[in-house]
């Protein structure tokens, strides 16, 4: 069974009395694995599938099944627990807490199980080591450069171990160098560690990462393409 | 308490907005507790007063005399132990700014009734053996320097006792043990000051002693009608009844502190939510994602109303601490004569703490209702 | 200043809640303020208006009030004989002995015993006080066990109402009239003879003696006659005087409450001010940057930060006076510490008091601004720019 499958989703939002449809019958199936890539132009829709596939949005019609769960049917309580367990979201503007260090920032999905102290710790300490900040552990968002602020968000994704990982514009904000770095890193967690990965990119140098490619025009799927 | 380390960073956010926040708290906390000692200083004196003394004044005001022939046909009342008597002088000494009370009593009678006024033995006796002595408490030394053996000279104030000047010499310093006497106040002999009364052989009050509390509503009847009908017509009332009247005297004191109150703590809520709701708006998007990490809308609800409570239960601490140290009747010199003696107890501080947390409280409910409640893709769409 | 105050002004329309919080924490400041001083000028106010120019009270030599005073029968003939005294219409010199005693009686609102003033008056009390109008009934009658209560010792204590029997110094003496007297602390008073009164408090000698004169001019050359006569060790005051002084004590005390509690509390507000404007800079980081670059001075972004501080300051100032004007006229007490008397007057606010709210709430709002707007105008331009 596919990790992803989105029946028939459609999302439009509401301006005053009018519907305007951001997202019109989409399905799609993404397989345990994939490292996926998102494409289309300004307004086809992409960033609101990926609120979707995260829980933090619901459709307006249709169903979103990831992992053998129907989100689109669970309370928003369930939601927010789901969400903890099997997402990891890595955001354009890395949205790091500033009054927190890097450790910390990592540590915050963690704080919502059931690990000791000591046990936090060493899943945090890992996450880092593999993006390769470990160093830097006491440091500040301030501190770091946008390219380490990045990698701290990826480890901070990665650190529960969740299904699937989401990231939405990850190199968006970056220099071509920490744009490299960065892509670098999520394709290993793809290849090394299986992880699998839905990514919204404009950057034609994100989208070659990718093991699959979706373009979405005003809300509909016009073209896939499997490149790996 | 994993979420502590979190609420605690986020107050630190912004260092200059918490500390300003946390010094209205401590300054709102500061003012209630004063204003609470004050009136607490006014209930300890009812609350230390004897429940076994009672005391007979004229009906129709305290400013008016009695003969001294009253004291014996009250003595003669049943359940009627012990007796004594006393009049206000009310003199001046030096400047009339200089206030203290000044008690013409029947010694011996007097220091027997009340067991409050602590004197040495030699002190005891030498004050009793002087016509002319007299003795003050330990709290005016503190203002006037006082020492056993020195001229104290007394300018009349009341017409009744004359023109001529009154010298008595000190023959003791007396310690207040309790609060139902005051450690300001100067007693002598009330046949000096009869002897040069215009009037003579009058007494402004007396003072009785029974063995039983609860008889004392009936022994004050039945003093009250010996005297009924009489042009010297009495009220007697137990010595706690006669305090908590005398504070009612200088007005519906509660009304005016309740209402002192209430303004401190509604400006302070203005303050304070102000500075939680400012403190929610910049953080829509660090909420956000805490709610995309999967955090419940009821952590993130717990999490602001920490950072209330935290910063303001921490300033009301140090308001309530700065009041425990500051805010002393007697240091201050604002007690004697009419104003007992204040200071913060422990008790204010609580109750100082407790309002700091209901502050906080209220005025981070409404931030973190609304935080809890953020739509996460608005607030995340607001940036990007 | 135009343009950049407007802006600044329509500016705080767009943090609304903020802005309103920060006004609501100053008017709170400002309503207390006036209220507090309220009490202050109601009880200043209500003892002032005792006071006529052309009335001199005699007391005592060293006495600093009525009740440590005292006046002898004998004394009374020596101070009417004086050219200085007006004469009445026929022809008695305008002289009034007086003797003021206290009798307690309990207060409607808490039912506690308070000291209400008892003043035995003569016979020309009421045209020496021309001011003094009768709103029910009549004067006493000389000689009578009648007596005349003010308005607001009718309403503030029990059982003073007009027809009522009180009962005090041996005897029942009946109400038969009530008094208004602009609000002056007469209106606390109960009024009866003074040659009655004296006996049934046991007193052989008067207090005081109020004495109306000729002209207010003539005040100089009386006090000298009476300091000039052996027989009289009295001295005199000019009413407005006396009962001015009267007030110093009590009145004092009620001002440092006020100023200690309004300082206290204004310290929170202006700290809610600083917050509120600071965040108000941080936010428009980038705006004022754009200022900068098109050319508008420093000083100019301070001013037009500390014009929209006190703007809202004001604002909040007003909206506390209006909290505050419904205590105006409200009947409270104090006790007089002079006299040991407790005075029954209204809270008073004055156009100036107001005014002086407003200015207060200006200050705070300046303060709370400044260094907010110095940190406006001292951003790097380049920086502001690329704030987000």
Partial sequence: MALIELRDVTKSYKRDAIEIPVLDRVSITVESGDFMGLMGPSGSGKSTLLNLLAGIDRPSRGSITIGGTEISSLSERALAAWRARHIGFIFQLYNLIPVLTAFENVELPLLLTKLSKAQRRDHVMTALGIVGLADRDKHYPRQLSGGQEQRVAIARAIVTDPTLLLADEPTGDLDAKSAGEVLTLLQRLNEEYKKTIVMVTHDPHAAERASHLLHLEKGTLVEQVVQR | MKFVGLILKSARRSKRRTALTMISVALAVFLFSALRAVLDGFDAVSAASSSTRLVTIRSTSMIFSMPTSHAEIIKSTPDVQDITWAS??????????????????????????????????????????DRTGCIVGDGLVKKYGFKPGDKLTLQVGIPVYGSRDFDFTIRGIYQAKGAAVDNQSMMFHWKYADERSTQKGQIGWVVTKIANPDRATQVASAIDAKFANSPNETKTQTEQAFSASFASMLGNLNLLLGSVALAVVLTTLFVAGNTMAMSVRERTTEIAVMRTLGFPAATIFVLVVGEGLVVSIVGGAAGAALSRLIVNGEALGLTGGFIPAFGVNNGNVAVGLGLSALIGLLAAVIPATMASRLKIVDALRRVA | MGLISSYNIRSMTVRKGTAAMTAMGIAMVVAVFVMTMAIAQGFNGALVASGSNENAILLRKGATSETVSAVLRTQLPLIQALPQVARGSDGHPMASPELVVIIALPRVSDDQPANVPLRGVGPLAFEIRNTLTFVEGRRFTPGSREINVGKQATVRFKGLTMGSDVKFGGSTWKVVGVFVD????????????????????????????????????????????????????????????????????????????????????????????MNTMYAAVAYRTREIGTLRALGFSRARIVSAFLVESMALAVIGGAIGCVLALPVHGLSTGAMNMTSFSELAFKFRITPGLLVNGLIFSAVMGAVGGLLPAIRAARIPVARALREI
């Fill in chain 3, 182 to 273: 602009d609000d002056a602390s007469f209106e606390s008073e109960v009024w009866g003879d003074v040659d009655l009164m004296m006996p049934a408090f046991q007193r052989d000698g008067y207090q005081s003696t109020t004495v109306k004169l000729t002209d207010p001019s003539a005040f100089e050359s009386f006090a000298a006659a009476i300091a000039a006569d052996p027989r009289l060790d009295l001295k005199a005051y000019p009413e407005r005087d006396y009962y001015e002084g009267q007030s110093e004590t009590t009145g004092t005390l009620i001002r440092v409450f006020a100023t200690f509690v309004t300082a206290i509390l204004s310290i929170g507000a202006v700290f809610g001010a």
């Fill in chain 2, 88 to 129: 206000w002088f009310g003199g001046i000494y030096k400047d009339p700014k200089n206030f203290f009370g000044q008690f013409a009593v029947d010694p011996e009678s007097y220091l027997r009734m009340y067991p409050e006024i602590a004197l040495t033995d030699p002190e005891r006796q030498a004050f009793l053996e």
